[in-house]
């Protein structure tokens, strides 16, 4: 058995770690304030340098609003749609995360999204939708805009489910997976027809939503992720993805 050689750990992130910790327990609550940065210094035993970069850390992530030479010391901010985006967007990119695991989170989140949204929607979510699918219809000579319309479509449906963590993993994980994968309309030689093909899925699950049909919506919106890009992963990775349409 052989193992790699480590880096050692940086002082500045076990502070990182036990901020984190403090905030996330609930020990240190929105709108307090951290010591200033001598007593940071005296109470981790480290160089003013480190607790610096400790804090900017901190504030790159979200976690404290740190301005230089306050005497109030940081603020720890609430948790925010902006600082989860972040931190699901570090992870989904991770080298660990392959395709097909993306593929299959999508299909179980938006199939849930689409079976909230056919059961909570309202008439107004109803309205939005139609004038999203209007969008995409007449734009078919404008992938541009057709693009647009139908990334809004898809956040109107996660909106209506009145979950915002949907929303934002929806949104991140969307975003991952058509980087990894050049858009299939955008380089098909058949392009009108995959995009009318587009309108006619979107029109199946608007009827579905406006008909309270859960279940329904929700076999839709994975049946078009394991079309989409079933053919982008292995055999064996396209099984797993199966197991999800019944």
Not at 20 to 46: H, K, T, W
Request: aromatic share 4%; net charge negative; glycine share 6%.
């Amino acid at each position: 058995m052989e193992f790699e050689a480590v880096s050692p750990v940086r002082a500045y992130e076990r502070i990182v770690e036990q901020i984190e910790q403090a905030v996330l327990s609930g020990r240190l609550r929105p709108g307090e304030r951290l010591p200033g940065e001598r007593d940071l210094m005296a109470q981790f035993g480290v160089s003013r340098s480190t607790i610096r970069e400790a804090l900017r850390v901190l504030q790159a992530g979200e976690v404290i609003r740190s301005r230089p030479g306050d005497p109030r010391g940081p603020e720890v901010l609430p948790a925010s749609p902006s600082s989860l985006r972040k931190s699901l967007d570090r992870l989904a990119r991770a080298e660990t995360l392959g395709l097909a695991e993306l593929v299959q989170f999508r299909m179980v989140l938006e199939g849930s999204a689409y079976q909230l949204a056919a059961e909570l929607r309202t008439q107004a979510d109803l309205a939005e939708l139609h004038a999203a699918l209007d969008a995409m219809t007449s734009s078919l000579d404008d992938y541009e805009t057709f693009s647009r319309a139908d990334v809004r479509f898809h956040d109107l449906v996660a909106r209506a489910g009145r979950n915002t963590l949907i929303v934002v993993c929806g949104k991140v994980v969307r975003g991952v997976v058509l980087d990894l994968i050049e858009g299939k309309l955008a380089s098909a030689a058949d392009r009108e027809a995959l995009m009318r093909a587009s309108v006619a899925h979107h029109e199946e699950v608007l009827r579905a939503v406006a008909d309270g049909d859960g279940p329904r919506a929700a076999h839709l919106a994975r049946r078009a992720l394991f079309d989409h890009y079933a053919e982008y992963v292995t055999a064996d990775e396209r099984v797993v993805l199966e197991h999800l349409l019944d």
